[in-house]
């Protein structure tokens, strides 16, 4: 079984196409493209390279896939996409290719939704069964963990992290990182709680729940500093996996960590030790 091509899209010669791939009418593919086993590429939709594309992914219509980085700096240098397997982008998204100096290399992992208009800018590094809302934008060298949540219309800063099972609200405005296992969201993003349907339905048990919700508890209400509240934390929950993972993202947060609580002055600026 070899690629079907449409009579009317461009691939370029040193395109890689697998068996089982589609592509679409009128769409282009670009010098040093791989595309994996059964990819979906659709009417109008356009993938340039060096781009290295998995398994059984679907690119809607018109999506701009593996183009150049939207930096003043880029200087043309040779730059890479990296994208896992059955991932879906749909209609208008834009996926970048990184820059030199932000490590030459986009990484999106597998089994993500990126809905219409969806942006992944340079040097941005995406983990597995993410969903993008409608409008959801990264800027440069963003990190998102895996099962995290971008809502509609919502912005993340440059060198911000979302982290693992993170919720980011529609509209929001991120510019500190968004803790992991919790809802964040707003214009001045505050913390909404554990996000407890998000964690239920990717099957994280009520003794994980449970010790998140303590953690939380502490690092966020106590009224500590981000430092006594990590040792508190380090002393008398780390055996928890997911309480030791939140450590160790919260300890290595370079722009502060999102501990604003609803209607209370933001506690953002705080970096933790």
């Excluded at 980085?69 to 994208?83: H, T, Y």
């Excluded at 934008?137 to 911000?160: K, W």
């Excluded at 508190?232 to 928890?240: F, G, K, Q, S, V």
């Amino acid at each position: 079984m070899s690629a079907r091509i449409h009579p009317t899209a461009v691939v370029d010669p040193s395109a890689e196409l697998a068996d089982g791939v589609e592509i679409g009418p009128h769409a282009v593919i670009g010098a040093e493209v791989e595309i994996g086993e059964g990819t979906e590429v659709g009417a109008g939709a356009q993938v340039q390279g060096p781009t290295r594309i998995g398994r059984e992914n679907r690119i809607s219509a018109h999506a701009a896939i593996g183009f150049p980085p939207q930096d003043l700096k880029f200087q043309g240098e040779r730059v890479a996409l990296e994208i896992g397997d059955r991932n879906h982008f749909r209609e208008f998204c834009t996926v970048h290719r990184g820059t030199a100096k932000g490590g030459g290399l986009t990484r999106i992992g597998s089994d993500g939704l990126f809905m219409v208009y969806a942006h992944v800018a340079h040097d941005c590094q995406v983990g597995d069964r993410v969903i993008f809302a409608n409008c959801g934008t990264l800027a440069g060298h963003v990190e998102v963990g895996d099962d995290a949540v971008i809502g509609a219309f919502s912005a993340v800063h440059q060198f911000n992290r979302v982290g693992r099972h993170a919720y980011i609200g529609g509209y929001t405005r991120l510019t500190t990182d968004a803790l992991p296992f919790a809802k964040t969201v707003g214009m001045r993003p505050a913390f909404y709680g554990l996000n407890r349907i998000g964690l239920r339905r990717k099957g994280l048990d009520a003794a994980a729940i449970t010790a998140l919700d303590a953690a939380f508890r502490i690092y966020l209400r106590s009224h500590l500093s981000s430092a006594a509240a990590l040792e508190i934390l380090e002393r008398d929950h780390a055996a928890h996996p997911e309480v030791r993972y939140l450590i160790d993202w919260i300890r290595a947060s370079r722009r502060g960590v999102c501990r604003t609580l609803p209607g209370r002055p933001g506690r953002d600026e705080e970096v933790a030790e």
